[in-house]
T-cell receptor, first 113, second 110 residues
Framework: DGGITQSPKYLFRKEGQNVTLSCEQN?????MYWYRQDPGQGLRLIYY???????QKGDIAEGYSVSREKKESFPLTVTSAQKNPTAFYLC????????????FGSGTQLSVL | RKEVEQDPGPFNVPEGATVAFNCTYS??????FFWYRQDCRKEPKLLMS???SGNEDGRFTAQLNRASQYISLLIRDSKLSDSATYLC???????????FGRGTSLIVHP
């Protein structure tokens, strides 16, 4: 079955540590997105990518980095510069047509030890 | 003014009630519209797309008012299992970034 997979489901970060969240899709979608969600809040865009080897900052990119070396994969690194990383992270993908719906992964809950 | 606005609620309704949510958008170039449902600490799941002529799926009805720039979601005969957050999503022509509302919380009680 086609879909979008995020891992791990839960992740713990120590002070000063970088951690990487995985996002893989086999839907042949060009566009991929990373969102952050804090309790009781909406989704905020961190980074997005429309094609391989290209990505753009979203509204809250500081302290995060991404890569898009393959169409299927869009990993997100939460760096030590992100001082408040505890949140629910969602990856999504969509076909390039702008009227298409988003497909979401099941999310990663990141917490700081 | 935010691009997409929703009343965060919560809307607290008894089982069997009819409840309606609105979502307003600011960009008149917006082309497509969706309602997603999100349960706590889960990913959003598509509830329904919103078409210009309005559309219905069982107990759910979505409508679009382009003149006033809002979309609505009506839920009839509310069930306990309808308790969730309902997210409004708007796609704007020429942009590859879907815009999310903050979400409206619905609590259906016995």
């Amino acid at each position: 079955d086609g879909g979008i997979t995020q891992s791990p489901k839960y992740l713990f970060r120590k002070e000063g540590q970088n951690v990487t969240l995985s996002c893989e899709q086999n839907l042949n979608h060009d566009a991929m997105y990373w969102y952050r969600q804090d309790p009781g809040q909406g989704l905020r865009l961190i980074y997005y990518s429309q094609i391989v080897n290209d990505f753009q900052k979203g509204d809250i990119a500081e302290g995060y980095s991404v890569s898009r070396e393959k169409k299927e994969s869009f990993p997100l690194t939460v760096t030590s510069a992100q001082k408040n990383p505890t949140a629910f992270y969602l990856c999504a993908s969509r076909s390039q047509a702008t009227n298409e719906k988003l497909f979401f992964g099941s999310g990663t809950q990141l917490s700081v030890l | 003014r935010k691009e997409v606005e929703q009343d965060p609620g919560p809307f607290n309704v008894p089982e069997g009630a009819t409840v309606a949510f609105n979502c307003t958008y600011s960009n008149s170039a917006s082309q497509s519209f969706f309602w997603y449902r999100q349960d706590c600490r889960k990913e959003p799941k598509l509830l329904m797309s919103v078409y210009s002529s309005g559309n219905e799926d069982g107990r759910f009805t979505a409508q679009l008012n382009r003149a006033s720039q809002y979309i609505s979601l009506l839920i009839r005969d509310s069930k306990l299992s309808d308790s969730a957050t309902y997210l409004c999503v708007v796609n704007t022509g020429g942009s590859y970034i879907p815009t999310f509302g903050r979400g409206t919380s619905l609590i259906v009680h016995p």
